[in-house]
């Protein structure tokens, strides 16, 4: 994870070497280990670089990085397969080595199509002035751009940072393809030029063309009349990397009568008909590996103290968690939870991250007071007694208990029961009204942006204080405060767009049938990197550590895109069945029971967020809490900065 810059000036009274105070300070938190600025200058224009590093792989590189022919590389992204990085090998070095061979667009098109993983770039070559850049098919790791006005600048950067008075100052780079400018044209015509590579799937000797005029006149809708977009002149694109989704439609109803389980209240035995056919077993037995290899990449490249010895288990307690699971006890968090565990060393803890907001506060008998206020700040004094200890985590309850964290503790038990000798470090994460909109105004609400619905802030806020970390480990003995050291940050975001899970496909199910809920699923799929993909990178990397999203593994959604709609969901079952039928059989198969029963819960309703201001709201409406108040922001960031 890394938080990246290119900022170009064509003009010299335009030009300066800093970065804006509050851009720099976004990108640093970022990334925490290493931060380099770099200038390039040319007569026609001039480039600051910026590179902000968490470091998670091989030996600490600074970037930005430049070779010995001027060449300048940015990179915030994961190989985790396609290219080789040998282990103790950083991937930011690989990267570059494979870019400064490259001999013209087609090399450097091959390499990206290559990479399997989350990433964006920036990579100037300096003997053709080209600046390229862009992010991965899903569009995991967020990437803006912001064109001044008349063309005389523009930047490119992982976050950005409000101006006063300015709208819609940056917008996210869209992750249909990745892009070049020529820089030393641009300087001398003031019209920026966005060559552009498209995704394209090839099949066989064939290749399957997207419509590209459409994607074009998407883009260039919303970029300022002195930037246009275009298509490269030889044709050239990336190699789609997962399979075009299965629209085939089944010629005959399916050989499993669902008339007995519709009628019947569900439990997990009810799972069992399914996995009674040869084949659906079979199905869900492949789905568990390519997961489970996708969470394995994900849990494993990362630093890590070496394993103890047999003599020092007994301070397995004084193990820091690497690894944290955005964690619902909802089944998609569930079952990353369990093959989490089957790959992170047993001696070390696993944060499950569970966020709850405040509920509307009941009146509290005058001698409970002092107690409330010791649990609101999650602290236990040593004399304090073990039944007043829970007497607090119970007036607690009372707050916070959202359907989510309700669940959240089921989970917890459940992981235990299936593997009582990790150490699951369920931590409560409670936040009140007052926090709420204390860290909107000064954090949350730049880092959300561009999106601005109301559904954007509530994800957005519950998904920073979630994976922020810091709130209280409740025990039978005590409650202690406790901060999630981990840097890696997993979630389950994918598996609803892929496999069903919203409402809206069974609504869209139920009004046209199978074709319908097929056309839905291809749309939540092209459309995650600007509906979600970027906001949450943006969020979680504002704390140091770095969001990764099994679930949209190239191998498993390519997986889940190559069987029929069938065979992962079954819309005409009751809610806790239907929807995600083949991670729920999944989660039966890995030994897990009353979360495989569990309907979808939206985070915003589960942590109770949504109900925390104005009820009345609908969640595409614009935000007004998200609106720019940025010199608002710019007191309260100096006030609450660690």
């Not at 079952?335 to 565990?341: C, E, G, K, N, Y």
């Not at 922020?468 to 405060?481: N, Q, Y």
């Not at 901060?483 to 890696?488: E, H, M, T």
């Given at each position: 994870?890394?938080?990246?810059?290119?900022?170009?000036?064509?003009?010299?009274?335009?030009?300066?070497?800093?970065l804006?105070?509050?851009?720099?300070?976004?990108?640093?938190?970022?990334?925490?280990?290493?931060?380099?600025?770099?200038?390039?200058?040319?007569v026609?224009?001039?480039?600051?670089?910026?590179?902000?590093?968490?470091h998670?792989?091989?030996?600490?590189?600074a970037?930005?990085?430049?070779?010995?022919?001027?060449?300048?590389f940015l990179?915030?992204?994961?190989?985790?397969?396609?290219?080789?990085?040998?282990?103790?090998?950083?991937?930011t070095?690989?990267?570059?080595?494979?870019?400064?061979s490259c001999k013209?667009e087609?090399?450097?098109?091959?390499?990206?199509?290559?990479?399997q993983?989350?990433?964006?770039?920036?990579?100037?070559?300096?003997?053709?002035?080209?600046?390229?850049?862009g992010?991965?098919?899903?569009?995991?790791r967020s990437?803006?751009?912001?064109?001044?006005?008349?063309g005389?600048s523009?930047?490119l950067?992982?976050?950005?940072?409000?101006?006063s008075?300015?709208?819609?100052?940056?917008?996210?780079?869209?992750?249909?393809?990745?892009?070049?400018?020529?820089?030393?044209?641009?300087?001398t015509?003031?019209?920026?030029?966005?060559k552009?590579?498209?995704?394209?799937?090839?099949?066989?000797?064939?290749?399957?063309t997207?419509?590209?005029?459409n994607?074009?006149?998407?883009?260039?809708?919303?970029l300022?009349?002195f930037?246009?977009v275009?298509?490269?002149?030889?044709k050239?694109?990336?190699?789609d990397?997962?399979?075009p989704?299965?629209?085939?439609?089944?010629?005959?109803?399916?050989e499993?009568?669902?008339?007995?389980?519709?009628?019947?209240?569900p439990t997990?035995?009810?799972f069992?008909?399914?996995l009674?056919n040869?084949?659906m077993?079979?199905?869900?037995?492949?789905?568990?590996?390519v997961?489970?290899?996708?969470?394995?990449?994900?849990?494993?490249?990362?630093?890590?103290?070496?394993?103890?010895?047999?003599?020092e288990?007994?301070r397995?307690?004084?193990r820091?968690?690497?690894?944290?699971?955005l964690?619902?006890?909802?089944?998609?968090?569930m079952?990353?939870?369990?093959?989490?565990?089957r790959?992170?060393?047993?001696?070390?803890?696993?944060?499950?991250?569970?966020v709850?907001?405040?509920?509307?506060e009941?009146?509290?008998?005058?001698?409970f007071?002092?107690?409330?206020?010791?649990?609101?700040?999650?602290?236990?004094?040593?004399?304090?007694?073990?039944?007043?200890?829970?007497?607090?985590a119970?007036?607690s309850?009372?707050?916070?208990?959202?359907?989510?964290?309700?669940?959240?503790?089921?989970?917890?038990?459940?992981?235990?029961?299936?593997?009582?000798?990790?150490?699951?470090?369920?931590?409560?994460?409670?936040?009140?009204?007052?926090?709420?909109?204390k860290?909107?105004?000064?954090?949350?609400?730049?880092?959300?942006?561009?999106?601005?619905?109301?559904?954007?802030d509530?994800i957005g806020?519950?998904?920073?204080f979630a994976s922020?970390?810091?709130?209280?480990?409740?025990?039978?003995?005590?409650?202690?405060?406790y901060?999630?050291?981990?840097?890696?940050v997993?979630t389950?975001?994918?598996?609803?767009?892929?496999?069903?899970?919203?409402s809206?496909?069974?609504?869209?199910?139920?009004?046209?049938?199978l074709?319908?809920?097929i056309?839905?699923i291809?749309?939540e799929?092209?459309?995650?990197?600007?509906?979600n993909?970027?906001?949450?990178?943006?969020?979680i990397?504002?704390?140091?550590?770095?969001a990764r999203?099994?679930?949209l593994?190239?191998n498993?959604?390519?997986?889940?895109n190559?069987?029929?709609?069938?065979?992962?969901?079954?819309?005409?079952?009751?809610?806790?069945?239907?929807?995600?039928?083949?991670?729920?059989?999944?989660?039966?198969?890995?030994g897990?029971?009353?979360?495989?029963?569990?309907?979808?819960?939206?985070m915003q309703?589960?942590?109770?967020?949504?109900k925390m201001?104005?009820?009345?709201?609908?969640a595409?409406?614009?935000?007004g809490?998200?609106?720019?108040?940025?010199?608002?922001?710019?007191?309260?960031?100096?006030?609450?900065?660690?």
């Open positions: 994870m890394c938080g990246i810059c290119c900022s170009v000036s064509f003009s010299v009274e335009h030009f300066s070497k800093d804006k105070e509050d851009l720099l300070c976004n990108l640093k938190r970022r990334g925490p280990n290493s931060s380099k600025q770099l200038l390039k200058t040319d026609n224009y001039q480039c600051l670089f910026s590179g902000h590093v968490l998670l792989r091989g030996v600490l590189t970037q930005p990085m430049e070779d010995e022919r001027g060449n300048v990179w915030n992204g994961e190989v985790f397969s396609g290219v080789m990085v040998k282990a103790g090998e950083n991937d070095q690989i990267m570059f080595n494979y870019l400064s013209n087609s090399d450097i098109l091959s390499v990206f199509s290559e990479v993983g989350p990433w964006s770039f920036i990579y100037y070559q300096a003997s053709s002035h080209y600046l390229w850049f992010r991965d098919f899903f569009g995991r990437l803006l751009w912001h064109f001044s006005d008349l005389k523009f930047s950067s992982s976050v950005g940072a409000q101006i008075g300015v709208a819609n100052q940056w917008q996210e780079v869209p992750a249909s393809g990745i892009f070049r400018i020529d820089l030393k044209s641009a300087s015509s003031r019209l920026v030029v966005l552009f590579y498209p995704w394209k799937y090839i099949s066989g000797e064939n290749v399957i997207e419509e590209c005029v994607t074009l006149t998407q883009i260039a809708a919303d300022p009349p930037v246009s275009v298509a490269n002149e030889a050239l694109y990336l190699k990397p997962v399979v989704l299965n629209m085939m439609l089944p010629p005959i109803p399916s499993i009568d669902c008339s007995t389980i519709s009628n019947t209240p997990r035995e009810t069992q008909v399914f009674t040869g084949h077993k079979e199905v869900v037995q492949q789905f568990i590996d997961l489970s290899s996708a969470v394995k990449k994900r849990v494993l490249c990362l630093p890590r103290d070496e394993p103890l010895t047999p003599n288990v007994l397995t307690h004084e820091k968690a690497n690894v944290a699971i964690f619902s006890g909802g089944i998609d968090s079952v990353i939870a369990t093959l989490a565990d790959h992170i060393p047993l001696d070390e803890p696993i944060d499950l991250l569970n709850a907001f405040m509920t509307k009941k009146i509290i008998p005058a001698s007071n002092k107690q409330r206020g010791r649990q609101k700040n999650c602290k236990t004094p040593a004399e304090e007694s073990s039944e007043n200890t829970a007497v607090a119970d007036r309850d009372k707050q916070f208990n959202a359907p989510d964290r309700i669940t959240g503790r089921a989970g917890l038990k459940e992981l235990q029961v299936t593997n009582p000798f990790r150490i699951w470090n369920f931590v409560e994460i409670n936040v009140s009204l007052e926090e709420l909109q860290f909107r105004r000064a954090r949350i609400c730049q880092l959300v942006h561009p999106l601005d619905t109301v559904l954007d509530s806020c519950a998904v920073w922020r970390g810091t709130g209280c480990l409740v025990t039978p003995d005590e409650v202690k405060s901060q999630s050291s981990a840097k890696v997993l389950g975001i994918g598996a609803d767009e892929q496999l069903a899970g919203y809206r496909h069974r609504v869209r199910f139920q009004t046209h049938g074709e319908g809920l056309k839905e291809k749309m799929l092209g459309r995650i990197s600007s509906r993909l970027g906001r949450d990178d943006r969020v990397g504002d704390h140091g550590k770095e999203f099994p679930f593994d190239e498993v959604v390519s997986f889940l190559s069987l029929p709609v069938w065979e992962k969901t079954n819309l005409t079952l009751p809610r806790g069945i239907g929807e995600k039928l083949i991670l729920r059989l999944a989660a039966v198969e890995l897990l029971t009353a979360s495989t029963l569990l309907p979808k819960r939206a309703f589960g942590s109770r967020i949504a201001e104005n009820n009345n709201e609908k595409s409406d614009k935000c809490r998200l609106q720019d108040i940025s010199l608002e922001n710019f007191s309260v960031e100096k006030e609450i900065k660690t």
